[in-house]
């Protein structure tokens, strides 16, 4: 088989409960909460296209049926926005006229990471494909994409898995995946993975490098998951498949985000509202007005 040269396949997983979002997830996907002017989502589905991805697998369930409308085109909305002379809001739906392939499955009972990208086998074949977390955001440099990078650095090494990494306070390990480098590893660039550690307590964590919500897999991580134990509460993790692929002799590596570069990981409240308040900042219309506002109240604190 040639090797391949790109990757146009990705696995969206947004099939999650959301409870640490209640009530606001009550009866809507977390991943079309509003970060500045568009949902979670849309940020995930324009990084996936400025990397090249052509075709997106999203693993949906409960509620989360808004999703598909929000991706398809609405004609009717379409006419009555043409017949009012709002030819600019037509323009806000210009993501819908996309050449991207858009498809579906449903991951009926949220079993965990894994089994929801245990779900994309069919859809992914024999092909490479990027895993991107719906609930996650990776602020790029404007006009480069990380997950370009990271498709380049998968398919130069021939890793059986590539993981985006971001480094956070050694304070913050604990609310995190964290990979373990290969010892003698220069971390400037992409480097080899020896281990992974979920949730690691600050002392015993064996680096300050954070999983952050973009992967890159060949198929055979499907094995893996085939042979995942469930954790203790019956859910089946991906960091415990990637652990696999590692003790099955498969190399896994890990790239981290470019200085600038910012991931957004919108599954709680503080996080959520502190990519609201970054996002707002830098909108192009609103975000000097933010700015005033926000200095006015800080002087008020
Ligand atoms: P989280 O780990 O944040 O889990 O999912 P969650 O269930 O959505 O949120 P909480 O813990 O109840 O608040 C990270 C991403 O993976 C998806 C989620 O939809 C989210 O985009 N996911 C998670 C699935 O698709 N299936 C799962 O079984 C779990």
Excluded: W
């Excluded at 709002?86 to 990471?113: D, I, K, N």
């Excluded at 440099?141 to 021939?158: D, K, N, R, T």
């Excluded at 550690?197 to 991580?221: Q, T």
């Amino acid at each position: 088989m040639p090797a391949h040269t790109e990757i146009l396949k990705a696995v969206v997983p947004v099939a999650g409960m959301g409870t640490r979002l209640l009530p606001a997830t009550k009866a809507q996907p977390k991943e079309m909460l509003p970060v500045g002017r568009k949902p979670v989502v849309q940020y995930v589905v324009e990084e996936l296209q400025a990397a090249g991805v052509e075709q997106i697998l999203f693993i949906t369930g409960h509620k989360k049926a808004v999703i598909e409308d929000h991706f398809d085109t609405d004609p009717e909305l379409v006419r009555i926005l043409s017949s009012g002379g709002g030819y600019a809001m037509l323009e806000e739906l210009a993501y819908t006229e996309t050449e991207t392939r858009f498809y579906y499955t449903r991951q009926s009972v949220p079993h965990g990471l894994a089994d929801a990208v245990g779900h994309a086998e069919k859809f992914v074949a024999s092909d490479p494909f990027v895993v991107a977390l719906g609930d996650t955001i990776i602020k790029d440099h404007a006009g480069s994409s990380f997950i370009q990078e990271m498709i380049a650095s998968h398919l130069h090494s021939g890793a059986a898995c590539t993981i985006a990494v971001e480094e956070v306070d050694s304070e913050e390990v604990y609310r995190y995946g964290v990979v373990k480098p290969a010892s003698g590893t220069d971390l400037t660039s992409d480097f080899d993975v020896e281990d992974l550690v979920e949730k690691p307590k600050p002392e015993n964590a064996p680096s300050n490098l954070a999983i952050a919500a973009r992967y890159v897999f060949d198929p055979v991580v499907f094995d893996a998951i085939h042979r995942t134990a469930p954790d203790r509460n019956g859910e089946l993790q991906l960091t415990d498949s990637i652990r696999l692929l590692i003790q099955l002799g498969h190399p896994v590596r890990a790239i981290r985000l470019r200085p600038g570069e910012k991931r957004y990981d919108i599954g709680n409240f503080e996080s959520y509202f502190k990519a609201f308040i970054d996002f707002s900042i830098a909108d192009e219309k609103y975000g000097y007005l933010i700015r005033q506002y926000l200095k006015r109240k800080v002087r008020e604190f």
